[in-house]
């Protein structure tokens, strides 16, 4: 994204403000005060700072650059699994499995060293660098109270202290840096929720009495417009109107956002879809934390995903406080009947598109699977196909997406991955050099997703696109394939977790000596958050029992190194259903999604009978689904695409 000497003046920069600020080193986290895994553009600051764009990161940079330089043998770490990692740089990147090969790719290794968070910690990289007594700064308003104090607790032994700085200090070495531009706030209907946002807020008053506690605060956006019923164009790729909310056990309701976001002439609007609220801008949180302060109020907050700002000053002000997870995570994350089928809705326009895009694909790339040959004429079917790389796919893709009714925008940046770049998890061609073409690889990814009024989609395929397919890459296909179908045809009990389900995923590959290096599926919003939580099927997930109602993604890989990669994903729905001769009650994972996987990357004698006949009543119910909404042209790759194997 930034070239090396770029990224070393802005070092530099940063340092001498460290300095001034007798600093010895800044923590730079990926979030604003929301603690939000989408942020606005003007606070992007560890893409400013590293070069690293992707969506879970941090960085540690060092005041002193000589603590290395000076070092007369090489400095080392001794990670998770026993193996020595070297320390060459004042600066250090630390991302989860499925950035590492991109912050690799993005951030200089002249400067950062790059560091899986799971392998070695950043609290281990500090204590084996600094010495005692060193204070090392932070923006409390950017991290989780829980994070920060997890962290501390870990550097205590070694009388590190982290230090709030009163802004931050990205922000005050970025000349550049784009203004905030309030959006408007708009009224998510009843029609599409399903729940009046009256109605919602009592359940958290009810919560709050039970709990005999006084008021709640959250800071989470995705959860503030839950509860409001309301959304916005805060942030790309994210739906909402950035604010905070506090709730009271009276059912009282005081809403801080920006005035800007709400019209005057539309606030009668406002009042009726809500009810009586009282309004403040956000700078007045310090006022309501010394107004509850005063009153010694009993405060419920979510340590996960409330700012260590926020909380140490409620806490300062007199407040008692109790911990716990969000009071909007559960009813947000169990779907009601109307937002069950606002989802299924939109997959299907979703489909329509996808299924579009994949006929249009098909008929571009063809020439390159069948015209193989390098010492024979091409044809100007071959010649165009060529022409595309991995943006203009995209491009197309978006095209189709938008064309499609009550389509808002993309729930995520597009993922269009050939060859090499698909084996990095989180590619985007936009930050990563220069889009790749068609005519040199087998296979290509893309994961992709819409927010329509009604829903959200995500879906994956994998996607033959020329010559050169290998039965390595085929075999790896199938196993991938297997380990979706497997979640899609179990049948559990309620109350499993969803880390208990993970391994089904991953048990074909592991039986080969294989693994992905991300979680299997993460929960879904309603024209919210792609990535919601709190269920999910991961290794490292919470212990959250998934519930009727839940929209939840499966999308187990593989990766292999700089030459390919492989994901299939669904969304699915947990449904109830009544399994044996007692009707034993279970719970299901239903697709939502109906888009064709690519037969031709299927290795046929790796599937049992079972695995065929899933796949092919699937593809029947996607020929029913989606046959009567594409043209002629469309609907003859469709019956080629769905064909039984």
């Given at each position: ?209 039970k709990r005999h506690l006084d008021a709640t605060i959250i800071s989470k956006s995705e959860s503030v417009n839950w509860l409001l019923n309301v959304r916005g164009h805060d942030v790309p790729c994210l739906p909402v109107v950035n604010s905070f909310i506090a709730v009271y056990n009276c059912e009282h309701v005081e809403w801080y956002v920006s005035p800007q976001k709400i019209r005057s002439q539309n606030m009668s609007d406002f009042q009726h879809h809500f009810g009586n609220i009282d309004y403040y801008s956000e ?16 405060v419920y907050i979510d340590p996960d995903s409330t700012n260590s700002w926020l909380i140490e000053l409620l806490q300062s002000k007199g407040c008692k406080l109790t911990f716990g997870p969000d009071f909007c995570d559960m009813p947000k994350a169990k779907k009601n009947p109307t937002e069950v089928q606002g989802m299924k809705r939109s997959h299907l326009r ?296």
């Amino acid at each position: 994204m930034y070239d090396e000497n770029t990224l070393f003046d802005r070092i530099e920069r940063l340092r001498a403000l460290l300095k001034e600020n007798e600093l010895d080193a800044l923590i730079v986290n990926r979030e604003d005060e929301h603690l939000s895994e989408y942020i606005p553009p003007e606070c992007e600051r560890l893409a400013y700072i590293t070069g690293f764009t992707g969506s879970a990161g941090t960085a540690v940079i060092l005041t002193n650059s000589d603590i290395i330089k000076n070092q007369e043998n090489k400095m080392w770490l001794t990670d998770s699994s026993g193996k020595e990692q070297p320390i060459r740089n004042s600066c250090a990147l630390f991302v989860d499995g499925r950035y590492v090969l991109q912050a690799q790719e993005q951030t200089p290794n002249t400067l950062y060293d790059t560091f899986h968070y799971q392998k070695i910690t950043m609290g281990n990289w500090l204590k084996a660098i600094l010495k005692n007594n060193k204070r090392i700064g932070i923006d409390p308003r950017c991290i989780s109270w829980k994070a920060k104090n997890s962290l501390q607790k870990e550097l205590d032994f070694s009388k590190i202290t982290l230090i709030p700085t009163e802004s931050n200090l990205i922000d005050r070495i970025w000349p550049e840096k784009a203004e905030n531009k309030p959006e408007q706030a708009y009224i998510y209907e009843d029609k599409f929720n399903g729940c009046p946002s009256v109605e919602k807020r009592h359940l958290i008053a009810e919560e709050l009495k039970k709990r005999h506690l006084d008021a709640t605060i959250i800071s989470k956006s995705e959860s503030v417009n839950w509860l409001l019923n309301v959304r916005g164009h805060d942030v790309p790729c994210l739906p909402v109107v950035n604010s905070f909310i506090a709730v009271y056990n009276c059912e009282h309701v005081e809403w801080y956002v920006s005035p800007q976001k709400i019209r005057s002439q539309n606030m009668s609007d406002f009042q009726h879809h809500f009810g009586n609220i009282d309004y403040y801008s956000e700078d007045e949180l310090i006022k309501l934390t010394e107004r509850l302060g005063k009153d010694h109020a009993s405060v419920y907050i979510d340590p996960d995903s409330t700012n260590s700002w926020l909380i140490e000053l409620l806490q300062s002000k007199g407040c008692k406080l109790t911990f716990g997870p969000d009071f909007c995570d559960m009813p947000k994350a169990k779907k009601n009947p109307t937002e069950v089928q606002g989802m299924k809705r939109s997959h299907l326009r979703d489909a329509i598109a996808m299924c579009r895009f994949l006929a249009w694909l098909d008929h571009l790339t063809a020439p390159l699977i069948t015209e193989n040959s390098d010492d024979q004429p091409h044809s100007a079917g071959w010649n165009l196909a060529r022409t595309f790389d991995e943006a203009k796919i995209s491009d197309q893709l978006f095209k189709f997406r938008k064309e499609q009714k009550a389509f808002l925008e993309n729930s995520f940046d597009t993922i269009s991955a050939l060859g090499p770049n698909a084996s990095i998890v989180h590619y985007n061609h936009i930050n990563l050099g220069h889009p790749r073409s068609l005519g040199q690889d087998p296979m290509y990814l893309v994961d992709s997703g819409g927010h329509y009024v009604d829903g959200t989609t995500d879906i994956t395929r994998t996607i033959l696109v020329g010559s050169g397919l290998t039965d390595e890459m085929q075999e790896r296909f199938t196993l991938v394939l297997k380990g979706l179908i497997a979640l899609h045809s179990i049948h559990f009990p309620k109350g499993t977790y969803g880390i208990s389900l993970d391994v089904l995923a991953r048990a074909p590959l592991w039986q080969n000596g294989l693994n992905y290096d991300h979680g299997t599926g993460h929960g879904v919003g309603q024209c919210l958050n792609v990535h919601e939580g709190p269920q999910s099927f991961s290794q490292h997930g919470k212990p959250v029992p998934m519930e009727p109602g839940m929209i939840t993604s499966i999308e187990p890989g593989f990766y292999k190194n700089g030459e390919y990669g492989i994901r299939c994903e669904n969304l699915s729905v947990v449904e109830t259903v009544r399994i044996g001769e007692n009707q034993t009650e279970m719970l299901t994972l239903t697709p939502i999604t109906f888009v064709p996987f690519d037969i031709r990357l299927i290795k046929k004698d790796l599937l049992t009978e079972e695995e065929k006949l899933w796949i092919n009543n699937y593809h029947m119910q996607v020929r029913e689904i989606v046959k009567e909404h594409l043209s002629d042209f469309e609907i003859s790759w469709l019956l080629k695409a769905t064909a039984a194997i």
